[in-house]
């Protein structure tokens, strides 16, 4: 792939200003961060010939991308759909062949979906009045979230909530099914809570318009047994990985610049110190919330303290639970459980949210379970065989009356998010109470010096306008502060 800028346009630029730019090339950056965000921005010094180093904290590249071998292929304890097709991680997985189907993001609407509320399964007709509900609810949302200027700063939960109090006096609906149909919106409500790994009574009704993908459908695409890995091995080819510092936390970036010395010191957990002409922080969202303010020297800008702050972050994960042989349907795209009402157990904040499972699109013995809102906190806490044991029974007791010879998880992988000391949740979602037209802005603008030296400048994520929770997003924000780096040298 040819260079995005050539070097040429930058040899003869002398600048007027008392401290001389210096020629790109001898520039030093320091990246924080090995996820999608990093080493996009090192793929693009790598074609352009400057010079880069990657802190990373942990002992491994690819951050919230983190494939683990299973038989013969992977699975993922976090990225693992993809959204849109313009962008550059579509292009790696059609070079690969590396998709295997389109589904829909709301998969409740999926025909193969069993649904089970109170230990049985929710009738067809049942279903069929609710399904015209909720994709009709959809539509509503998304209609109300681009009109309606007093609506849209709500929350999704409150608005939820009024259309199904309508919908039930509407439908007229006898009473013992009204219990069925609460039950049936509570599972919808997480299903927000999943998909946007935000508390739904939390999450701003517009920014469910705001996030778009380039295209028409929401659908996203699941990927082969290979996935994220093949994605993950491309990133990590077009960098050079002995510019990749493993095990290397940053503690602080001190970017009070002397009059004499013009670099930004990054100091190291081992109480190394570091130093660049420009840094990139990549530091998810959830760890700028716990550490932005003894990361940073001087402490950050008002305006950016407050946007990290107002944007939320989520705490989703998954549970990989293995089987000896699958008991549930090969047809079965996802079982959908509102437990029963007064199930006992010790562990209720991952009982209350356990609601999703969706057989592995491709290891025919493994179903997930997506776990969000408080059950993350409990997961964490739990030894394996606790919480093989309490999945275990859980799933017993509420479907054994469709499958009573269901079977025993044999084994749990899961990797836990929010104690991960470096994510520390899962990815970032705009809240309602604190929104804020500008918030991402603010997360993204850089800090610079009065000659408008880009010196710390940020990406991940969390700073992409539109696609903001993903990988494309991430890899995104990670060339665009790269360029904005470059860009600095190019001008006067
Ligand atoms: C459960 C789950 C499911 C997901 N599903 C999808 C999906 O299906 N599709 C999708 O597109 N996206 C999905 N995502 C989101 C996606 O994984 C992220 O948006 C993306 O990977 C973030 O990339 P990033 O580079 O911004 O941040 P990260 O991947 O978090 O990279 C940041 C890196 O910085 C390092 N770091 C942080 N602080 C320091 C420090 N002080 N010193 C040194 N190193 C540090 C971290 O160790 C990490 O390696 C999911 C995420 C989760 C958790
Ligand atoms: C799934 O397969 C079962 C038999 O295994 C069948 O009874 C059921 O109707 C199928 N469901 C769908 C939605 O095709
Ligand atoms: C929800 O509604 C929006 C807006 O009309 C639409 O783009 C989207 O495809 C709908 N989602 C589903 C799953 O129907
Ligand atoms: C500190 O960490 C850096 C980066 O990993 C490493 O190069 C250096 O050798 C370490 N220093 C000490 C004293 O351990
Ligand atoms: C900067 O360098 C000049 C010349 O070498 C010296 O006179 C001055 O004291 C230095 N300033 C600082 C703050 O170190
Ligand atoms: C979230 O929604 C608000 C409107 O309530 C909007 O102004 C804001 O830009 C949205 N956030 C993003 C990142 O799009």
Not at 22 to 43: E, F, W, Y
Not at 81 to 97: R, S
Not at 429 to 442: A, G, M, P, R, V
Request: negative net charge.
């Amino acid at each position: 792939m040819p260079p995005v800028l050539q070097i040429s346009v930058f040899l003869s630029s002398s600048s007027s200003s008392s401290q001389k730019k210096s020629d790109p090339r001898d520039i030093h950056v320091g990246i924080v961060g090995a996820g999608l965000a990093g080493l996009r921005a090192a793929r693009f010094f790598e074609e352009n010939s400057i010079r880069y180093t990657i802190l990373e904290g942990s002992d491994r590249i690819g951050g919230r991308v983190y494939p683990f071998e299973y038989e013969n292929g992977y699975l993922q304890h976090g990225a693992e759909y993809l959204n849109g097709i313009d962008n550059e991680i579509f292009d790696i997985v059609q070079k690969n062949e590396l998709g295997q189907e389109r589904v829909p993001d709301l998969f409740m609407l999926d025909e193969n979906v069993i649904t089970f509320v109170d230990g049985k399964v929710v009738s067809s007709g049942i279903n069929s009045i609710w399904n015209l509900f909720i994709d009709s609810l959809n539509e509503t949302l998304f209609r109300e979230a681009e009109s309606c200027e007093k609506l849209k700063t709500r929350s999704v939960l409150l608005r939820i909530n009024e259309h199904f109090e309508a919908f039930l006096e509407k439908t007229n609906i006898a009473r013992e099914n009204a219990e069925i149909f609460k039950k049936l919106k509570l599972m919808f409500c997480n299903f927000f809570q999943t998909e946007w790994s935000s508390p739904v009574g939390e999450l701003a009704l517009e920014n469910i318009t705001l996030w778009d993908d380039g295209t028409d459908d929401e659908d996203s695409l699941v990927l082969n047994k290979f996935g994220f890995q093949k994605i993950l091995e491309k990133f990590k080819s077009e960098v050079s990985m002995k510019n990749v510092l493993l095990n290397s936390k940053v503690l602080n970036i001190n970017y009070c610049l002397s009059e004499n010395d013009s670099k930004i010191r990054v100091r190291l957990e081992n109480n190394t110190d570091l130093f660049y002409d420009h840094v990139i922080v990549t530091s998810s969202l959830g760890y700028l919330k716990q550490f932005s303010r003894k990361m940073f020297s001087p402490e950050l800008p008002f305006d950016k303290q407050q946007a990290i702050q107002n944007m939320g972050f989520g705490s989703n994960m998954k549970i990989f639970l293995e089987y000896k042989n699958p008991w549930w349907p090969e047809n079965v795209s996802t079982i959908q459980i509102a437990p029963k009402s007064k199930y006992p157990d010790r562990f209720s904040k991952l009982t209350e949210n356990l609601m999703v499972f969706q057989p592995s699109s491709w290891a025919s013995n493994i179903l997930i379970a997506w776990i969000a809102d408080n059950g993350p906190s409990e997961v964490g806490i739990m030894k394996n065989q606790e919480l093989l044991d309490a999945i275990n029974d859980f799933l017993q007791e509420n479907l054994k009356s469709e499958f009573p010879s269901i079977s025993k998880a044999i084994r749990v992988f899961r990797h836990s998010w929010i104690y991960d000391e470096f994510a520390l949740g899962s990815y970032s979602y705009l809240k309602s109470d604190t929104y804020q037209q500008n918030t991402i802005e603010n997360l993204t603008a850089p800090i610079t010096s009065d000659e408008n030296r880009p010196l710390v400048c940020f990406a991940g994520e969390h700073t992409s306008p539109q696609m903001y929770q993903t990988t494309v997003g991430a890899a995104e924000s990670g060339l665009r502060e790269a360029k904005r780096i470059l860009n600095y040298y190019s001008m006067n």
